[in-house]
């Protein structure tokens, strides 16, 4: 199976489960910049709603005067390690992700000190248009791979997809390969394409799917009764993809 019939697979079973992906808005995107680099290390592995989400707005509530990433960097320096600061400042005891936060401001200054006629907010929105899926790797942070780092890119404007448990399952699973992380960013960017719609909304769109409690399959009504579940479209969709070899 080639690349076009996985991307006509993915958006097939996406239109089937999340027939209204067009135009998503997304609140994190109004966010200070402080925040969505707490936000794009913490919410990896962790459960967003129960776990991530609380402990954003509490810091939000907690520190309104940090906002920028220059501020963020102050805040830290005023801990002894960064664990300290992430364990008081948003209640999660967790070395890796302490580190990766301070290896993320540490960069982001830095880009940030070499504009400094240019605002901070434009400064890393262009930086996260412009830098490619596996710039991660230049960064060598550790924490912070391809996943954080898309997700840091989107939250700051990109246009892209961060291949994280749940899109790389909602994938796999629909033309029953297993891609790379890497693979998974690509053939998303053609499933966008092939949808007429931004590569977030697809994104967001799988993972509302893959992170809801029940993952019921919304399809026409003509076609329902045929695929009542996303077992069954599936199921289908395997059928079709087999036919086409």
């Known amino acids: 199976m080639g690349k076009k019939e996985y991307t006509v697979a993915v958006a097939s079973r996406l239109k089937a489960v999340s027939p209204d992906l067009y135009d998503g808005e997304y609140s994190d995107e109004y966010d200070p910049p402080a925040v969505k680099v707490i ?59 302490a580190g990766a936060i301070d290896g993320l401001v540490k960069y982001l200054c830095g880009l940030i000190e070499a504009s400094p006629t240019v605002p901070e907010e434009e400064t ?5 248009i412009h830098v490619e899926p596996d710039g991660y790797k230049e960064l060598n942070i550790k924490g912070v791979w391809i996943a ?10 990109a246009d892209t997809s961060k291949p994280d448990v749940h899109i790389m399952n909602f994938i796999n699973d629909t033309i029953d390969q297993k891609l790379s992380e890497s693979e998974c960013v690509l053939l998303i960017e053609g499933v966008a394409l092939h949808l007429e719609v ?6 967001g769109a ?26 069954s479209v599936n199921e289908a969709l395997r059928s079709l993809l087999k036919s086409k070899k």
């Open 39 to 97: 936000h794009s290390v913490i919410s990896q592995g962790l459960n967003y709603r129960t776990t991530v989400y609380p402990r954003l707005v509490d810091f939000k509530k907690n520190r309104p005067d940090v906002k920028s990433v220059r501020q963020l960097a102050d805040l830290m320096t005023s801990y002894t390690t960064p664990l300290e600061f992430l364990t008081e400042e948003v209640n999660l005891k967790n070395k890796l992700k």
């Open 124 to 128: 890393l929105k262009q930086w996260a």
């Open 148 to 157: 954080t780092f898309q997700w840091l890119r989107m939250l700051f404007g």
């Open 198 to 203: 931004s590569e977030r909304d697809v994104d």
């Open 206 to 231: 799988i993972w509302n799917f893959m992170s809801s409690s029940s993952r019921t399959v919304r399809l026409a009504p003509d076609i329902a009764d045929a695929f009542p579940t996303d077992t």
